[in-house]
């Protein structure tokens, strides 16, 4: 084949750096607009990010000229960066170490988008914690619950 044809749809998910409220209503939109951005600078458009105060998720389409690993430690690096610009609130802003990443269908784009977009309102009845749980469970993820939260 002559040319080379990706259509892969992820969602990532992490969180500050030991779950600390960081990212507030004042912030989260001027937030998510720059990650979206950084998305774009690595050809890997942002559909829908979303989050609260001590984590977010993206959905985007995985570029196939980068790792998704490179992704999403290029994202963090950034927007970790960027943050610690925005005032002394910010100035000890992290994101943790790790991260999950899942592959999304084409039918369950919606779906996901739709909830990425809700978030403050999901955890108002679900604490993160528990969201990550549920979630590895459903994609039938092997993880050692040890090393889910630094």
Known sequence: ??????????????????????????IEKELFAYIATLCKDFESYALQIGG???HIHI??????KIALMKLVQEIKAHSSKWI???????????WQDGYGALSV???????????????????????????????LEKHKMDYDEKFLWD
């Open 1 to 26: 084949m002559p040319q080379s044809l990706v259509k892969n749809y992820i969602r990532i998910v992490f969180s500050t750096k030991y779950r600390n409220d960081f990212i507030d209503e004042n």
């Open 52 to 54: 609260t105060d001590n």
């Open 59 to 64: 959905l985007c389409r995985l570029s196939r």
């Open 84 to 94: 610690k610009t925005k005032g002394k609130k910010y100035e000890n802003f992290f």
């Open 105 to 135: 269908g084409e039918k369950e784009v919606h779906i996901v988008t739709k909830y990425i977009k809700n978030q403050r309102q999901h955890h108002q009845k679900q604490d993160f914690k528990n969201e990550l749980v549920e979630i």
